[in-house]
Nanobody
């Protein structure tokens, strides 16, 4: 079992920045990938970014490339999502997720992830 707890959400003006954190506990993450997803009201949950814990390789949705950065801290068992140049369309509940990693995994697919956090609200005002 892996427990995930997100933090760092809030209200920010367009063009601003936020950093989300996801603290993981329960087992080692060396064989896992960690992902961030988001869900806006009335929309489906969508992929934002992912990182393979063991090698640090990162993946991003086209909509956030160049603005968001995913990273991990091995010592703290924590994954971060640095969000810059935020836009109103980034408003959503952001979820952290963990799933087994491999060279053939589709990290943008929700079904790949076994564990999910409860989410943190990000609101970007115009």
């Amino acid at each position: 079992q892996v427990q995930l707890v997100e933090s760092g959400g809030g209200l920010v003006q367009a063009g601003g920045s936020l950093r989300l954190s996801c603290a993981a506990s329960g087992r080692t993450l060396s064989t896992y990938a960690m992902g961030w997803f988001r869900q806006a009201p009335g929309k489906e949950r969508e992929f934002v970014a992912a990182v393979r814990w063991s090698i640090g390789r990162t993946y991003y949705a086209d909509s956030v490339k160049g603005r968001f950065t995913i990273s991990r801290d091995n010592a703290k068992n924590t994954v971060y999502l640095q969000m810059n140049s935020l836009k109103p369309e980034d408003t959503a509940v952001y979820y952290c997720a963990a799933g087994p990693a491999s060279a053939y995994s589709d990290y943008a697919r929700l079904g790949m992830y076994d564990y999910w956090g409860q989410g943190t609200q990000v609101t970007v005002s115009s």
